[in-house]
């Protein structure tokens, strides 16, 4: 009974941090997502629910990344405190093992990582979907309509508008001319007045003009190509409204399907069949190339590269016996013609290589993102491994010494995983070791603060290591003392 409550206790302490650092975490790299894409949202009208949509979405594809933060740091800060509080010493002089006591904040951990990956695989890829659909769709939406003063503003389409002043108080414009250019034949139409107004409907598929006390000066179209005489109609309104249709620029919808074949927007299935579809359409390249490479005239003895048959039987073409040359004249010319022969195959290679290095990106960019679904969540396990062993070794609690401390290590962890992301894209490492290598760097980390941990190590106590040092030179002074 007593063991299950200490573990309730625990656990709670534990659920406290873990969810007020996943949320802080959460809304810090939101900040930056929507620093990122801030120009792409401002100045086109758009409304609070689709900015509020798009943030949802750019939220959802964080988790991965916010959740082992928030593991390291809830870890780190939940021991920290027992330690602090000589809570950690108090359970352990009742005989209970640190090992015990990580036992149910191991399975939190696990449900974390689980969660983790289900994040990575399910909800991910369909907020990229909707993310990619909505960037499309807000790039396709025009900019709001922003009349400057004194200048031509032909942001209306087939359209052109000047003014000369507006009252900011009013909204009322003054000194209006627009060129109307909707007949597609040249400024045949224009049309001034002393004052007007303008206001868009709320769909945004109008724009109407109301204009007051001015003129429309019109041309009449030519009859046929070879008349030169232009009729001239000047009529005087004291009040016109126009009414001008808009295009694309409301926020329209687009299906969001369209955008499901792109790499982040696939879960672990839809990124191996792409990847063995990339993988086979490689192969038959491939083959087709060497075919047609070593049926080509520029071998003549292409059997030699078969090295099943040279084992079996000896070489057609004995490299050792090659006759002397008859005259010079003939071994420049053979020389000149296998020079030429070289470059043809040096450029075949490299048209080849040129032909297939799309396909062979995507095919490392799909491998990458396949292992990088379980190497993100393996990271909760290994960074709660990390935090869990140094609050108890550093006993220090709130937020002080845990920020700096989990900062240093996803600092770590995310420049080793960017780098080995875009190394293994590059081709200089395996794709998966290029998704794994972050892994690999912190998991010896974490066994090692594990270790000591558990065995009561001060790893961070500074006494003892000044004790050490004392003692080193302590050992070299008196063995000098003793040679004099």
Not at 197 to 212: E, M, Q
Not at 378 to 407: D, E, H, Q, T, Y
Request: charged residues 20%; aromatic residues 12%; glycine residues 6%.
């Amino acid at each position: 009974m007593i063991i299950k409550k200490q573990d309730r206790w625990v656990v709670k302490s534990f659920l406290g941090p873990i969810f007020l650092t996943f949320f802080i975490v959460t809304f810090i790299l939101i900040m930056q997502f929507l620093w990122l894409y801030i120009d792409e949202l401002v100045g086109k009208g758009l409304g609070l629910g689709v900015i509020l949509e798009f943030l949802m979405w750019g939220t959802s594809t964080i988790f991965p990344i916010s959740l082992p933060l928030a593991t390291l740091f809830a870890s780190i800060m939940t021991l920290g405190n027992f330690g602090e509080n000589n809570e950690l010493l108090a359970m352990k002089a009742a005989g209970i093992s640190l090992r015990r006591i990580l036992t149910p904040l191991i399975l939190i951990a696990v449900v974390i990582s689980i969660a983790a990956f289900f994040a990575a695989n399910d909800l991910v890829p369909l907020a990229y979907r909707k993310i990619y659909a909505l960037r499309a769709d807000i790039g396709q939406t025009r900019e709001e309509i922003k009349l400057p003063t004194g200048i031509f503003y032909n942001g209306i389409e087939n359209y052109t508008l000047k003014i000369n002043e507006r009252n900011k108080k009013t909204g009322m414009l003054y000194g209006i001319m627009l060129y109307d250019h909707s007949a597609f034949k040249g400024n045949i139409s224009v049309t001034l007045a002393d004052s007007g107004s303008i206001k868009l409907t709320a769909d945004k598929k109008n724009i109407v003009f109301k204009l007051y006390h001015g003129y429309r000066y019109q041309e009449e179209p030519r009859s046929h190509l070879l008349d030169t005489s232009f009729v001239m109609q000047r009529i005087g309104f004291d009040r016109q409204d126009a009414i001008i249709s808009l295009n694309d620029y409301g926020f329209k919808r687009s299906d969001d399907d369209l955008f499901g074949n792109e790499i982040m927007a696939q879960n672990l299935i839809n990124l191996g069949l792409q990847r063995d579809s990339l993988g086979s359409l490689l192969n038959i390249s491939r083959e087709r190339f060497n075919l047609r490479l070593t049926s080509s005239d520029l071998f003549r003895y292409s059997r030699q590269f078969d090295t099943l048959f040279s084992q079996n039987k000896p070489a057609l073409f004995p490299l050792d016996s090659i006759p002397p040359f008859r005259d010079p004249r003939q071994e420049i010319e053979i020389l000149s013609k296998s020079s030429d022969n070289m470059a043809t195959m040096v450029s075949r290679l490299e048209t080849y290589t040129s032909e297939n290095s799309h396909t062979l990106l995507s095919l490392r960019k799909t491998s990458v993102e396949w292992y990088r679904k379980f190497t993100l969540s393996f990271a909760c396990l290994i960074f709660f491994f990390i935090g869990a062993p140094l609050g108890a070794i550093i006993r220090k609690g709130g937020l002080g010494m845990p920020v700096i401390i989990s900062c240093f290590f996803f600092v770590i962890y995310w420049v080793i995983d960017i780098s080995g992301k875009k190394l293994a894209t590059d081709g200089v490492l395996s794709p998966v070791m290029g998704a794994i290598i972050s892994s690999v760097v912190l998991l010896p980390i974490g066994i090692f603060l594990t270790r000591k941990a558990t065995t009561d190590s001060s790893l961070f106590n500074a006494d003892a290591y000044m004790q050490a040092i004392k003692k080193f030179f302590y050992s070299i002074f008196s063995k000098n003392t003793r040679l004099e």
